[in-house]
C-alpha cells in the first residue's frame, strides 16, 4: 500500500470516529433529564480531541464485582450459602471485629450483624462457637426472637445455625442480629449467611457513634436474675445476663447511634487499659480505631472501690489508674467527649472521680460526670431491668445535650 493511500484512510479513520462523538453528544443533549444522564455529564466523559494510536479498536474495561439489586425485580431468589468474608462490604458489623481467613469474630457483648437482602423463605446464619451463647434478633425493626439461645460445650468448637427469619415474603428486608452475653475468653465466629435471595446495599452507618466501657454493670450481670425464690442457677450465670436489656444498649437504641461495648464483669479501671485498645478480650490483634468515637461512657469505679481504704497510697494509686484510662481512651479517640457515669451500685468512689475529671480539664476540655440512679435489685446486688431502664433514661438524657 502507497503512503497517500495510507493517509486518506487515517484521515477517514479520524473523520468517522469524531463524527460518532458529535452524534453522541447530540443525542444526549436532547435527551430528557430525568431518564439518565444530562448533556454535561456526557460531554465532561467524551474526549474533545480523539487520537488514533493503532488500527485496533479501543475496549472499554467492565468491573467484575457483581452489581447489586436494586429493586425486588432485580434480585435472584435462589439458593444461597453467602460467605461472611466474602461479603463483609455489605454487612454492617456493630462493634469491634476481627476478619479471618473464613469468618468474622463476634465476641464483645452487644456485638451486631447486619444486613439487608431481597429475599424469601428461611434465613439463618452459620456461626462457631466454643461456649453456648445467647441472641436477640429483628426482622424489618421489629424484635422477633428475644432471647435465642446457641448451645455448645466449654472449650469445644461447635459448628451452629441460628435461625433468623422463617416464610418471609419475597422482597426487601433488614435483619439485625446481636449478642447479649459477655466475653469470658470464648470464641464466636459469624460464617456465612443461609438465604433465597441477594443481599442489598449495606445498612448506613449512624451519625453519631457512642462507645461504652465498663464492668458487671455494662454488660448487664444479674439483670434477668429472679428474686423470688425462682432461681435455677447462680447469679453469675450466663442465664441472667442480658446486655440487650443493660442501660448502654438500651440508651444506645433509644438514641439511634451507633456503638459499641468494651466491657467485662469484674474490671477495674487496670483492667480496661489492657482490654481497651485489643479487638476482643481474647484476641491479640489491636484494634484500628479508623472510626473514632463522638462519645465514650466509662461505667467503672465499682470494682476499684470496693474495699477502697482511703489510705493515701491507695488515693493516689486510683487516681493514677483513672487518669490512665482516660489519657488513653483521649489517645485514641482526640475529638470525644468522655463522660463518667457512675452511681448505678453507689457513690462510694464519685468524690475521687470527679477530682481526676477535673485535674484533666473537666468539661472545658471535654470530660463530664453523669450520676446515675442506685439500684441493686438484681443478682449480686446488681441492677435489675427496671434499674437499668431508670439509668437509661438519665443517660440518654444526659447525651442529647452533648450530642446537640
Known sequence: MNTNKKKSMFRSTVAAVSALALL???????????KGADSSEVSSKVSSKVEVSSDLPV????????????????????????????????????????KGASSLSFDSPGNGILFNAYCEGDVSLNLTLTTSCF?????????????????AEDGKTVDAELSVATGLKKGLHKFEIYRQIENWGDQINFVSIKMNGQLAERPADNKVF???????ITVGYGNLYPTDGTAEYEPNSAEYKNCMKAY??????????????????????????QYYPKTARNRGAQW?????????????????FSGFNYSATATAQI??????????????????????????????????????????????????????????????S???????????????????????
Not at 472499554?60 to 466474602?86: F, G, R
Request: glycine letters at 8%.
Open 24 to 34: 453522541m453528544l447530540s443525542m444526549a443533549s436532547c435527551g430528557s433529564s430525568d
Open 59 to 98: 475496549s472499554s474495561e467492565v468491573s467484575s464485582v457483581a452489581k447489586l439489586p436494586t429493586s425486588a425485580a432485580e434480585a435472584d431468589y435462589t439458593a444461597k450459602t453467602l460467605s461472611a468474608v466474602e461479603n463483609v462490604d455489605n454487612i454492617k458489623m456493630m462493634g469491634r471485629y476481627l
Open 135 to 151: 441472641f436477640t434478633v429483628y426482622v424489618d425493626g421489629k424484635v422477633t426472637q428475644d432471647r435465642v439461645k446457641l448451645s
Open 210 to 216: 457512642i462507645e461504652f466501657v465498663g464492668d458487671s
Open 248 to 273: 448502654a444498649m438500651l440508651t444506645a437504641k433509644s438514641l439511634g447511634v451507633d456503638w459499641n461495648i468494651v466491657a467485662q464483669s469484674g474490671a477495674t479501671c487496670s483492667d480496661i487499659v
Open 288 to 304: 484500628n480505631f479508623e472510626r473514632q468515637a463522638d462519645i465514650v461512657v466509662v461505667n467503672l469505679g465499682t470494682n476499684d
Open 319 to 380: 487516681k493514677s489508674n483513672i487518669e490512665q484510662l482516660l489519657k488513653l481512651i483521649r489517645e485514641k479517640n482526640p475529638n470525644a467527649k468522655i463522660v463518667w457515669a457512675y452511681g448505678a451500685m453507689g457513690s462510694t468512689g464519685q468524690k475521687i472521680i470527679k477530682q481526676v475529671l477535673e485535674s484533666l480539664g473537666g468539661e472545658k476540655s471535654g470530660y463530664y460526670y453523669c450520676d446515675l440512679p442506685q439500684n441493686q435489685e438484681g443478682g449480686h
Open 382 to 404: 446488681h441492677p435489675s431491668i427496671a434499674g437499668h431502664e431508670a439509668a437509661a433514661v438519665v443517660m440518654a438524657d444526659y447525651l442529647k445535650k452533648l450530642i446537640g
